[in-house]
C-alpha cells in the first residue's frame, strides 16, 4: 500500500520561509518522479513543482519560480519543497504527488496546509 505523509506546514509571515517534507513508503521510491500540489479554497488543484525520478531535472510552477526549490533524497524515501520568501498567495494545502513528471500521478497525500499572514 503506497503511503504519502507530508510534513512541516502551519503559519508564517509574509517573506517567511518553510520547508516541507513527504515521507513514501509502499513503491520503488526511486523509480518515481515526485510533485508538489496545492489547493487553495475555491480553487482548482495546481501543480507547483516536479522533479524526476533521478532527481536531475525539476521543473516550477511561474508563480512560484526562484522562491520555491523541490529536491529528494532516494536513500531516505523524501521529497522536499523549501518555500522561501512566502506570499499570501501561497496559502493553501500542500499536496505530494507521487507518479508522473509535471502532470499529476495516481498517489497522493494527505496535504499539509501552509498559512502565509501576518
Known amino acids: 500500500q503506497v503511503q504519502l505523509v507530508e510534513s512541516g506546514g502551519g503559519l508564517v509571515q509574509p517573506g517567511g520561509s518553510l520547508r516541507l517534507s513527504c515521507a513514501a513508503s509502499?513503491?520503488?521510491?526511486?523509480?518515481?518522479?515526485m510533485n508538489w500540489c496545492r489547493q487553495a479554497p475555491g480553487k482548482a488543484r495546481e501543480l507547483v513543482a516536479s522533479i524526476t525520478a533521478g532527481g536531475d531535472s525539476t521543473k516550477y510552477a511561474d508563480s512560484v519560480k526562484g522562491r520555491f526549490t523541490i529536491s529528494r533524497d532516494n536513500a531516505k524515501n523524501t521529497v522536499y519543497l523549501q518555500m522561501n520568501t512566502l506570499k499570501p498567495d501561497d496559502t493553501a494545502v500542500y499536496y505530494c504527488?507521487?507518479?508522473?513528471?509535471?502532470?499529476?500521478?495516481?498517489?497522493w497525500g494527505q496535504g499539509t496546509q501552509v498559512t502565509v499572514s501576518s
Open positions: 504527488n507521487a507518479g508522473r513528471y509535471w502532470a499529476q500521478g495516481d498517489y
Open positions: 509502499g513503491l520503488t521510491f526511486s523509480r518515481y518522479a
